[in-house]
């Protein structure tokens, strides 16, 4: 079975050739440019942990000017808010398999993970990690990202794209279960990974370190280390809004059909 939205160009476009007696040929590449929202719901346990740890989560307005980070001055497409705990993604570019939607991404996205410490003589010194470049995986159930890391003296680290988190339980639920469906506007989909998000080892390890906190030694950092990588983290959920948009179809259509018109006009 062809996908949903290939169907419905083909048969659209099989109108406009049949008008003009022309071969119209469809495809629609993979990965394509499509909006999208996803959302990263954070738990009572990652607020615990992040307390623990004395990291504050922000994104801001614009992508910051950091050594080897891409598009700087650009919107950021990430939003969080401590007040919900959720943080908003809006995603550009989507990857399908058939009908189902097998991941999201960001480019233009960051979160900043920041802590500061300060000595004897309260001198503070500010540890930062940036979650760039967001990509939620639902075929995977991993939310990836590009990882970099700024030290007190201003020395930034990247790590590359990492995978950050991963359901605990396989599979998409909730609502289309992540395939695209017919409904009022068009063909739409949404979803939620089916478990929790768990900061995996290799994400933990960069964070942590280049937070400042020591994966071994205090009992302190002992304890933030088994908070970060044994809590449930929160939940990932995403929603698609028809592909492409009702306007698309209708400026879609309208093209093929003046195309139609127009060869027959030639042919006439």
Not at 148 to 172: C, I, M, R
Not at 176 to 191: R, W
Request: charged share 10%; proline share 6%.
């Amino acid at each position: 079975m062809k996908p949903i939205f290939k169907r419905v160009l083909a048969v659209t476009a099989f109108v406009a050739a049949s008008a003009a007696n022309a071969e119209i040929f469809i495809d629609i590449p993979n990965p394509f440019e499509h909006s999208s929202t996803a959302t990263l719901a954070f738990s009572q346990d990652a607020l615990t942990a992040l307390k623990t740890a004395g990291v504050a989560l922000n994104t801001p307005d614009l992508i910051p000017s950091i050594a080897g980070l891409p598009h700087a001055g650009a919107t950021n497409a990430a939003a969080y808010s401590s007040s919900l705990n959720k943080l908003t993604v809006t995603g550009s570019v989507m990857s399908l398999s058939g009908d189902a939607v097998t991941s999201l991404s960001a480019p233009d996205s960051v979160l900043r993970l920041t802590r500061g410490v300060f000595d004897e003589n309260d001198n503070p010194s500010i540890y930062r990690v940036f979650l760039a470049g967001f990509e939620l995986n639902l075929s995977l159930g991993i939310v990836y990202a590009n990882l970099y890391a700024s030290d007190p003296v201003g020395t930034v680290t990247a790590f590359g794209k990492t995978a950050v988190f991963q359901s605990d339980e396989a599979g998409v639920v909730g609502g289309t279960g992540g395939n695209f469906v017919y409904g009022p506007n068009g063909p739409t989909a949404s979803g939620s990974l089916a478990g929790n998000l768990r900061l995996t080892t290799q994400g933990a390890d960069i964070i942590l370190t280049s937070l400042g906190l020591s994966l071994s030694g205090p009992t302190s950092s002992e304890t933030v280390t088994g908070l970060w990588q044994n809590s449930n983290w929160g939940t990932a959920s995403f929603t698609a809004p028809a592909v492409p948009e009702p306007s698309t179809w209708a400026l879609f259509g309208v093209g093929l059909l003046s195309a139609g018109a127009l060869a027959r006009r030639r042919q006439a």
